[in-house]
């Protein structure tokens, strides 16, 4: 049997508790500072504007395209290779005063007239209202499934579990957009949907780490509840370690062959997988013992013992 | 222990089956096509007219490998899409004439699976190519075009009720309607009241004998509501004679149109005829005034304006509208029976022709001018939010002479040459927009991109999911293969449960599959360390899958539902290809925890479940 993890004892986690906690605490506060300092780097989906991207036969001449394009009278362009250098990309502010569906048929007149071989690839316009529309739908279903998420775990299994998790897994989204916004790699609505993916697939690390945890209370009857979480942790680690290898493995792939359209989606589940193993085991379980868990808030109340049931809560 | 009944496996049998049937026209690659519709009722698909595109393709030495007519329709189909784009100029340029030509890609799948409704996903545009717009519709116009209205008919009811007025004013967006007296305003406010009881609020003002009138809730929802369904109306009639296989024209929210038109690679034709926003009117030549001395003086008489028509002419038309373009049902361009003059048939709906017979039973042996205004509409940044502005350009195409009471059909004659009275036609068919359209967002993609897009899409699948299944297979071993098995089957069932809900394929959809079948071998990866756990415990084999089986369910679930609960949210906020990203993942989420569940353990049971005396599973 081939096993990576095999662990005969439970791994003291919650001994680290004060490091794991201090950790995250300065990762979540980087993220927060980069947030802040330098702000997300907004695509073109939330801030409205144009992108083109051209093909050209030959490599590129760029600042030949810059020039053309400023002579026009559209001062703010950024134009840039991406993934060849065939491949240009041309990003355009909304601009006062010029309408907005024929930006795209100047430009590539412009681009024309100068060098024939250009292929237009792709346009994206997006209006500054349906920008702004977006950019709310997007916090709004954040808060939208962050707020199911803990009425559905407060449902299934307690208020301290489902609080444990949310605050965990909004870590790993802040982290996420941090991250996003110190490297200033651009957001736009793929990278939003990632993020969300994010969010509802590393609740599913939480979630197996708190049955764990809920199993062990009814069983371990003699352990103390550091102890029990502990072990929960140690015996799911082989799971959350291998489930993770295989989705970034997916998404490995995606970042490899999926090119420059799914490269920030990628990007953006590569970072939530990886701190998403991270938080579920070092910020959840501990946020657990500091709301104070105890085995009561777990075991079926009087009232509710069902007829037979044994002491560990089964029923056979 | 690890058995299943006979009929479970038959079900999961049917279910592999299903799934089968229906992803399998997804990996037939579609022919390119070409496809013409006649453009009107008159012109026939007949073997002649397939006789005609035969000889025309002849003619620039191609041939089309199948052809398909069923009288309404037919489908050329070709080789390559070199030969496809060259028939399509041929076919366009020789019976372009007669017929709305257009390229498509045309399914190859099997005849016995067509028969079953199994029919190949959709792509989306980011797949195939085409342009993606959204429109705005412009409601404040919509909704001051109809208060215009209502100040023509409170004139016309007072007037015709014998009531004192001294004029109506526009205050935002209600009318002012100003009296002399106290008795007036009360005859006229109990007139109004019954004529518009349920459209129309009406507010004395106080200190005064006037009146205020406004729109009522529920009838600005219905003014912008039909607003909007005349406006789809009006672009899918554009949208056909430019010849678009498969467009969409959609309503999104309370006043936007989605417009996608799929392989579409002249985006500024297809703008230009969705952009023009032109609108129709039907007015009085005002015959008591000379338009020259109106011109040379400035004095213009209050109920009239002044315009000049196309050859330069000074025109006096009466401000009062008689009837505007959305009411036109059709128009056709032809001659006059008796002198062969070129002419416009117009026919009306039902409304409009209610209203068209009063107006010129009134009005017999008067001239009346055709007004067409067209919108230039652009967006503008003011103080950082986007404005619109339109430009309108008033013009009169025609003055004509109104002979006798008019109705449903009618025609415009004085027409200069056919070619006029032809572009008329198309003017008074195409150009009745309820209210300005303008677009706001806009994604292009180009055919090549497309194609690429695919090939991205596919090998990110296809490579992750290899790599997925070779180390499942050297960790777990038998178990790997079994939950490599499970996978593959999400894949299937996911494939196919898209297929059938007719679901459109975009990239973000094709990552959404991949990410899926990452997240869906967490099911198969809880259970197997689940039995491992109780092997390790000392349970014997069979006891230990049972109980794994048995353990992990719970956690399944609970951390399915979370995702889901995530999908949910990102399909009623998402937009466009978010959206389909949302539906791949919550399709993904339930196809796994079928597969992962209930097929990868009847496939344990078919393998372990009959040995009784099982000492060691290969896990």
Known sequence: ?316 | MNRYPLWKYLMIAATLVIGLLYSIPNFFHPDYAVQLVPKTAQILLDPAAMQQFDTVLKAQGLAATASENDGKLSVLRFSDDTTQGKAYKALKEAVGENYVVSLNLAATTPSWLRAINASPMTLGLDLRGGVHFLMEVDMKAAVDKQLNRYDDEFRDLMRSKNIKYQGIERQGDTLLVKFPDAPSRDAADQIMREEYSTALQFTPVVASTNIQVSIAQTELLTIQKSALQQNITTLRRRINTLGVAEPVIQQQGMNRIVVQLPGVQDTAEAKRALGATSTLEFRLVDMENDPTVAKQSGKVPASSQLYQSRDGRDVLLKRKVMLTGEFIVNAMSGRDNQNGQPIVSITLNSAGAKRFSKVTGENVKKDMAVVLISNVSETQEIDGKTVLKTNQVEEVISVATIQEQLSKNFQISGLDSPQEAHELAMGLRDGALAAPVYIVEERTVGPSMGQENIEKGFNSNFWGFVAVVAFMLVYYRMFGVISSLALAVNGLFLFALLSIIGATLTLPGLAGIALTLGMAIDANVLINERIREELRAGAPPQQAIFAGYDRAWGTILDSNLTTLIAGIALFMLGSGPIKGFAVVLCLGILTSMFSAVTVSRAMVNLMYGSKSRLEKIAI
């Not at chain 1, 490899?256 to 579920?280: C, K, Q, R």
């Open chain 1, 1 to 316: 049997m081939l096993e990576f993890f095999h662990f005969t004892k439970s791994i003291p986690f919650m001994r680290y508790g004060k490091i794991t906690t201090a950790t995250s605490l300065a990762t979540f506060l980087f993220s927060v500072f980069a947030l802040a300092f330098y702000g997300l780097n907004l695509g073109v989906d939330f801030t409205g504007g144009t992108v083109m991207e051209v093909r050209y036969a030959q490599a590129a001449p760029l600042d030949t395209i810059r020039e053309a394009i400023k002579a026009t009278g559209y001062h703010e362009v950024a134009v840039q290779n991406f993934g060849s250098t065939q491949d240009v990309l041309i990003r355009l502010p909304l601009k006062e005063g010029v309408s907005s569906a024929q930006v795209s048929e100047q430009i590539m007149g412009v681009l024309k007239t100068s060098t024939p071989d250009v292929a237009l690839s792709k346009v994206d316009f997006v209006g500054g209202q349906v920008g702004q529309e977006l950019y709310e739908n997007g916090g709004l279903a954040l808060i939208l499934v962050a707020a199911g998420i803990i009425i559905y775990l407060a449902f299934r299994f307690e208020w301290r579990f489902a609080v444990s998790a949310a605050i965990a897994n909004l870590h790993d989204i802040v982290i996420i957009l941090g991250l996003f916004a110190f490297f200033q790699w651009q957001f736009d609505l793929t990278v939003l949907a990632g993020v969300l993916a994010v969010l509802g697939y590393s609740v599913n690390e939480s979630v197996v780490v708190f049955d764990r945890i809920r199993e062990n209370i009814r069983t371990m009857r003699d352990e103390t509840i550091p102890d029990i979480i502990d072990s929960a942790i140690t015996t799911t680690m082989s799971r959350t370690i291998i489930t993770h290898l295989a989705t970034q493995t997916m998404v490995t792939s995606m970042l490899w062959f999926g090119g420059e359209a799914l490269h920030n989606f990628a990007l953006a589940l590569t970072i939530g997988i990886m701190f998403g193993i991270y938080s579920s085991v070092l910020v959840a379980a501990p946020l657990l013992l500091l709301f104070g868990l105890k085995r009561e808030h777990m075991l079926p109340k009087e009232s509710e013992k069902i007829e037979g049931m044994n002491a560990d809560g089964s029923v056979v």
